[in-house]
């Protein structure tokens, strides 16, 4: 079984910036990928940026070159570096890793931003 432990969310004004951490611990063999997903009220979650065991990065059309998403593999970590941040990024955004050869998708429990002056 793997973990996802988030952090790093929190009330930000608009045009300020946050950054996201998600750890991951357990039975870890083979991290295929790991990313970031966002779920806003009323609306279905998205995909926000993601980075390959490769380091090939995506990202939504919305965040870029704004987020920025890495990773430490000698920590199972990913990080999103949220900048210029707008109020329509308010959003639980939840950890996602990729593992092992079956392609089993782990989720975090989420962490809650909010963009508002």
């Known amino acids: 079984q793997v973990q996802l432990v988030e952090s790093g969310g929190g009330l930000v004004q608009p045009g300020g910036s946050?950054?996201?951490?998600?750890?991951?611990?357990g039975s870890i063999y083979r991290i295929n990928g790991?990313?970031?997903?966002?779920?806003?009220p009323g609306k279905q979650r998205e995909l926000v940026a993601a980075v390959t065991d490769g380091g090939s990065t995506t990202y939504a059309n919305s965040v870029k070159g704004r987020f920025t998403i890495s990773r430490d593999n000698a920590k199972n970590t990913v990080y999103l570096q949220m900048n210029s941040l707008k109020p329509e990024d308010t959003a639980v955004y939840y950890c996602n890793l990729d593992h092992g050869i079956g392609h089993v998708h782990y989720w975090g429990q989420g962490t809650q931003v909010t963009v508002s002056s």
Do not use: E, K, P
């Open 18 to 25: 946050l950054r996201l951490s998600c750890a991951a611990s």
């Open 34 to 40: 790991m990313g970031w997903y966002r779920q806003a």
